[in-house]
């Protein structure tokens, strides 16, 4: 048991620092240009495809990966500057219905380019097998891969943010944007670089996570309801608040699947395959719910 609980903390840790990739981007745009985009998970899904695709074509994950992540961008860039800058002045649901129209087309377009059938595709050879930690326990090698590339961003983040001048003015804009612009910011490059950056992260978390998971139409819908809750947890606009957030859910959505099972099993194995799984997911929002009611603007709010 105690191995089990041991392998699903990492697993948690893992999957917090995804969900990390694709929250941090989405707490700067909403914290800054005050923009509700549910189609930050379509970016997710867009980068796991074409990284899919590359891997595929060139026979190598990591040219593979820079090629997804840099076309993803690229898309990132053209879809800010043609359609989200006119949701800007608009208010809150104009938003959500803009963006979410841009989910329907998003994947509609992978359905018609690559199929209904989720593509696969495997890690590196390099990274297929498990690593020993201790005598008696192994972890696989890719996972720990991801966990490394995970802290790797969030510690270039936090220095990108927090000790140079280009994060001065985006943590000036996620302070007070009006004030930003008054002083010179470029806002305008600001928002594109922006959400370069997110659709970037979006497209790394989508290609790392791709050979564990299947690459699929929609995948992006249930992650962007995590990363949404990530995000006000955290605090909005807040690179840290992200990072702690991500992390707490990771860890209690993966150990409270893992967990919460065990402990409906005397009930028969009808209640534990239905009633805990649903339990397992509501824990996430019971979080949500009891920081929010001690810290109604989130853990680590901007400007705080």
């Given at each position: 048991?105690?191995?089990?609980?041991?392998?699903?903390?990492?697993?948690?840790?893992?999957?917090?620092?995804?969900?990390?990739?694709?929250?941090?981007?989405?707490?700067?745009?909403?914290?800054?240009?005050?923009?509700?985009?549910?189609?930050?998970?379509?970016?997710?899904?867009?980068?796991?495809?074409?990284?899919?695709?590359?891997?595929?074509?060139?026979?190598?994950?990591?040219?593979?990966?820079?090629?997804?992540?840099?076309?993803?961008?690229?898309?990132?860039?053209?879809?800010?500057?043609?359609?989200?800058?006119?949701?800007?002045?608009?208010?809150?649901?104009?938003?959500?219905?803009?963006?979410?129209?841009?989910i329907l087309i998003a994947n509609e377009s992978v359905r018609i380019l690559w199929g209904p059938q989720p593509l696969t595709f495997n890690p590196p050879a390099s990274l297929a097998g498990p690593v020993e930690l201790f005598p008696g326990f192994e972890y696989p090698a890719y996972r720990l891969a991801i966990m490394a590339v995970g802290a790797l961003v969030a510690a270039a983040l936090y220095v990108l943010i927090s000790k140079t001048r280009i994060g001065m003015k985006v943590r000036a804009g996620a302070a007070d944007r009006e004030m930003a612009e008054a002083m010179g910011a470029k806002v305008s490059?600001?928002?594109?670089?922006?959400?370069?950056?997110?659709?970037?992260?979006?497209?790394?978390?989508?290609?790392?996570?791709?050979?564990?998971?299947?690459?699929?139409?929609?995948?992006?819908?249930?992650?962007?309801?995590?990363?949404?809750?990530?995000?006000?947890?955290?605090?909005?606009?807040?690179?840290?608040?992200?990072?702690?957030?991500?992390?707490?859910?990771?860890?209690?959505?993966?150990?409270?699947?893992?967990?919460?099972?065990?402990?409906?099993?005397?009930?028969?194995?009808?209640?534990?395959?239905?009633?805990?799984?649903?339990?397992?997911?509501?824990?996430?929002?019971?979080?949500?719910?009891?920081?929010?009611?001690?810290?109604?603007?989130?853990?680590?709010?901007?400007?705080?």
């Amino acid at each position: 048991m105690n191995t089990v609980i041991l392998e699903q903390t990492l697993n948690g840790i893992q999957f917090g620092l995804m969900l990390f990739l694709l929250a941090a981007g989405l707490t700067l745009v909403f914290g800054i240009m005050d923009l509700v985009n549910l189609s930050h998970g379509s970016l997710y899904m867009i980068g796991a495809y074409l990284i899919a695709t590359f891997t595929q074509a060139l026979d190598s994950f990591w040219l593979g990966m820079l090629l997804g992540i840099g076309v993803t961008a690229c898309v990132g860039v053209l879809l800010e500057m043609t359609i989200l800058r006119q949701l800007y002045k608009r208010d809150h649901l104009s938003q959500v219905l803009g963006t979410f129209a841009i989910i329907l087309i998003a994947n509609e377009s992978v359905r018609i380019l690559w199929g209904p059938q989720p593509l696969t595709f495997n890690p590196p050879a390099s990274l297929a097998g498990p690593v020993e930690l201790f005598p008696g326990f192994e972890y696989p090698a890719y996972r720990l891969a991801i966990m490394a590339v995970g802290a790797l961003v969030a510690a270039a983040l936090y220095v990108l943010i927090s000790k140079t001048r280009i994060g001065m003015k985006v943590r000036a804009g996620a302070a007070d944007r009006e004030m930003a612009e008054a002083m010179g910011a470029k806002v305008s490059w600001m928002f594109s670089g922006l959400f370069a950056c997110g659709a970037a992260l979006c497209a790394l978390a989508g290609g790392m996570l791709g050979p564990l998971l299947a690459v699929q139409v929609g995948m992006g819908e249930s992650i962007l309801i995590l990363a949404f809750v990530v995000v006000v947890i955290g605090g909005i606009g807040s690179v840290r608040g992200a990072f702690v957030g991500s992390l707490l859910v990771g860890m209690i959505d993966t150990l409270g699947r893992a967990v919460i099972p065990s402990l409906f099993s005397g009930f028969g194995p009808e209640v534990a395959s239905s009633v805990a799984p649903a339990l397992a997911a509501i824990l996430i929002y019971l979080l949500m719910a009891a920081i929010l009611f001690w810290k109604p603007k989130g853990l680590f709010p901007v400007g705080a």
